[in-house]
């Protein structure tokens, strides 16, 4: 069974810092881009960062959505099979669930699709 697992949320102040992990576990063949969503509520879920997979030739390495640009870092550790996204200077806007999205292909079978961790909420005080 494959499936993401993520971790790392809780409650800070505006202004602090969080780390999310996320990792992918199972019977695993191959893993191309992975990335972090979020949804707050009543909003529709965003792309927070992605990161590709080093073998994803002519693909930009990490991407950034603009809300969240110069403030989040999204890294990838292949031989964990974990992407981390590290959140600065974080604001009440950021209030939301972060969910892990992973494009993998599973050794049963060998098809290409696209999963979804279980989601860590992350909550920012002001």
């Known amino acids: 069974q494959v499936r993401l697992v993520e971790s790392g949320g809780g409650l800070v102040q505006a202004g602090q810092s969080l780390r999310l992990s996320c990792a992918a576990s199972?019977?695993?063949?191959?893993?191309?881009?992975m990335g972090w969503y979020r949804q707050a509520p009543g909003k529709q879920r965003e792309l927070v960062a992605s990161?590709?997979?080093?073998?994803?030739?002519?693909?930009?390495?990490?991407n950034v959505g603009d809300p969240v640009k110069g403030r989040f870092t999204i890294s990838r550790d292949n031989a964990k099979n974990t992407i981390y996204l590290q959140m600065n200077s974080l604001k009440p806007e950021d209030t939301a669930v972060y969910y892990c999205?992973?494009?993998?292909?599973?050794?049963?079978?060998?098809?290409?699709?696209?999963?979804w961790g279980q989601g860590t909420q992350v909550t920012v005080s002001s």
């Open positions: 199972g019977s695993i063949f191959s893993i191309d881009t």
């Open positions: 999205n992973a494009v993998m292909a599973p050794t049963i079978d060998l098809r290409w699709r696209n999963y």
């Open positions: 990161i590709a997979s080093i073998t994803s030739p002519g693909t930009a390495t990490a």
